[in-house]
């Protein structure tokens, strides 16, 4: 296998891994509903609708990234989701570290930095329109 086909195929495996990992959330608050989310938006003085953004950002961006179709689009809407996560439930967990030594954020800082990357990098090859 050759260099670039590595690359698509890590690309690939990068994003199909981080949208299922999302999308379980989303799924879960299409189940449960985004009362907790809309109650950490008034905490923090912000608009309940607001809400709607994380089904934005855990079930549609997730599918944009798995079928790699405006991949990019949907790596930005993933790190935003996290960039609002961390302000609205985990401020409090930014220096802490778990049981286990490791970092409290650990599993939010790596779909935070796999957004990222995912935006930097571009979905790869193997995706519907390579964007």
């Not at 798995?66 to 990019?72: A, D, E, S, T």
């Not at 989701?81 to 409090?92: C, E, Q």
């Not at 599993?107 to 990357?117: E, H, I, N, T, V």
């Amino acid at each position: 296998m050759n260099q670039a086909a590595q690359q698509d195929l890590g690309k690939l495996i990068l994003r199909v891994v981080l949208g299922a990992l999302i999308l379980l959330h989303g799924i879960a608050k299409l189940r449960f509903g985004l009362d907790p989310i809309e109650g950490m938006l008034q905490s923090h003085g912000l608009p309940h609708f607001l809400a709607y953004g994380a089904l934005v950002g855990e079930v549609l961006a997730p599918l944009l990234l798995i079928l790699g179709w405006y991949g990019r689009v949907g790596a930005a809407l993933i790190a935003v989701n996290m960039l609002f996560a961390f302000v609205l439930a985990h401020t409090g967990q930014l220096g802490q570290l778990n049981e286990q030594g490791g970092w409290a954020l650990e599993l939010q800082g790596m779909f935070l930095a796999s957004s990222l990357a995912l935006l930097l990098l571009g979905p790869g090859k193997y995706s519907v329109n390579q964007r």
